[in-house]
């Protein structure tokens, strides 16, 4: 099961996920994503600090959240293993830490 808990103001929208990414999962995820795409709140970050597994599927959307310009906060696996590449610049650690 994956706990989505999102959290705005006017710089940022952050996904706080919690569980696992996996199966049915991802399109409830990836429906979430849509529906914020869509009001435009500044820079968009992933909390995966507290995700267990991600899947092929899981994997392929992060991807592409990564490479429409959302950061990925993760723990001990970096987002290398997840995206291929290195973390851009852009969404503001500082916000991270007044949003929790």
């Not at 599927?57 to 906060?73: V, W």
Request: charged share 30%; net charge positive.
């Amino acid at each position: 099961m994956l706990k989505i808990r999102t959290d705005q103001d006017e710089y940022s929208t952050v996904f706080r996920l919690e569980g696992d990414l996996v199966g049915l999962e991802v399109p409830k995820m990836e429906r979430r994503w849509q529906r914020t795409a869509h009001m435009g709140k500044g820079c968009l970050c992933l909390d995966l600090r507290r995700v267990n597994e991600i899947d092929d599927s899981g994997k392929h959307l992060l991807q592409r959240m990564f490479a429409g310009g959302a950061e990925l906060l993760v723990g001990s696996h970096g987002p290398h293993s997840i995206t291929g590449a290195a973390p851009k610049p852009g969404c503001d650690r500082s916000q991270m830490t007044r949003l929790s």
